[in-house]
């Protein structure tokens, strides 16, 4: 019986070595969404890998856009109390004139576009009269698209070569980390590849922010130390991205304002560097439209400090600031590409002013 001692003894060891290599099998497989850091090199940046499918498929663009348009079309804001209040008054005598441009103001629509809507609203409404409300309003929503200008390419540039990178500025506490992975996520859904560059390393966590937004997406995050050079993080992201041959690098950058000169020189260089590999496609500035003026503020110092393309407005549905998407734009001579209108990762989308309008109406 020694022969089957033996036999029984190799039949454990095997099924010993199998359970060990199912062991090891599940547990990297339970690992397949989380960050791995493999440092490259002493004061490097660390790449981090991320693996696709970790969250639901991203909703499509043009879902989204219906879907932030009924979400803007519930909340209650200052343009559309103006408006609607507009239409539902008896008579348009100068004290229900001078409400309306009160509220329009309140709502950061701006004086200078205040004054014209106004001024076309009195001279259209006072020819067409009250007698039809379905008439007011056709008029009220033409001029508000008017002065949402819909003749503005919003488009995205990112057909002029492999990787597009776009950078992404904005005051901390604007949202623009989440907004970096929101975008990823939008053009994930647009089936693009796409790499982030975590060069906010400014801030805690900022890395470990965007880190997580990668693998909920299912990209790559390239990250470095907190407090290392943001330019050489930049850098090790678009070489990354170059090499990878992606679509698009998104670049999250430092939003600290404590001095203007500090900003434009620590910007400037990352823009500098990143250009010895690719071009900069797009300079995306993320103002919060709860913030009214003073994001206003915040985008005349950014805009001395970079050639800014587009703006991205969150936290709009929350916000009775709707009228800031016309004064900003007005105030830097550039279009609201994207804005955001909640918590969730699609909620953020390509800004339309029909639609934008329809919402704030209740359409």
């Not at 940046?45 to 639901?56: D, L, M, S, W």
């Amino acid at each position: 019986m020694e022969w089957y001692n033996w036999a029984l003894l190799v039949v454990a060891l095997l099924a010993t070595v199998i359970a060990v290599l199912l062991l090891r099998r599940a547990l990297r497989g339970g690992k397949g969404g989380a960050a791995a850091l493999q440092p490259e090199a002493e004061g490097a940046a660390r790449r981090i890998e991320a693996q696709p499918g970790v969250e639901t498929v991203p909703e499509p663009p043009a879902s989204r856009l219906t879907r932030l348009r009924r979400r803007l079309a519930s909340h209650d804001n200052g343009l559309s109390r103006a408006l609607l209040g507009l239409l539902s008054s008896e008579s348009l005598d100068a004290a229900a004139w001078d409400d309306f441009e009160t509220t329009l103001i309140a709502a950061d629509l701006g004086v200078g576009p205040t004054t014209e809507l106004v001024a076309a609203l009195r001279t259209k409404l006072g020819v067409e009269g009250l007698k039809g409300k379905d008439a007011a309003a056709a008029i009220l929503t033409d001029e508000l698209v008017r002065l949402a200008d819909p003749t503005l390419d919003r488009k995205l540039d990112l057909d002029g070569g492999k990787p597009a990178v776009v950078l992404m500025v904005g005051v901390n506490g604007t949202g623009k980390t989440t907004t970096v992975g929101k975008l990823a996520r939008l053009l994930v859904a647009e089936g693009k590849t796409v790499l982030l560059g975590a060069a906010d390393t400014f801030r805690a966590a900022a890395a470990e922010q965007l880190t997580t937004w990668g693998d909920r997406v299912g990209v790559q995050t390239v990250s470095g130390a907190e407090g290392a050079d943001p330019a050489s993080v930049a850098y090790q992201a678009v070489q990354a991205g170059v090499a990878q041959g992606v679509d698009v690098v998104l670049i999250d950058t430092a939003g600290r304002l404590h001095t203007k000169a500090g900003l434009m020189d620590e910007l400037g260089k990352v823009k500098r560097v990143i250009e010895k590999q690719a071009r900069v496609a797009e300079t995306l500035l993320v103002l919060d439209a709860t913030t009214g003026q003073n994001g206003l503020t915040q985008a005349r110092v950014f805009a001395e400090v970079v050639d800014v393309s587009g703006i991205v407005l969150t936290k709009l549905d929350g916000s009775a600031k709707g009228g800031i998407v016309v004064q900003v734009q007005r105030e830097l001579g550039v279009p609201v590409k994207l804005v955001g209108l909640g918590e969730g990762p699609d909620d953020l989308a390509p800004f339309d002013p029909a639609g934008f309008v329809a919402g704030v109406l209740g359409e």
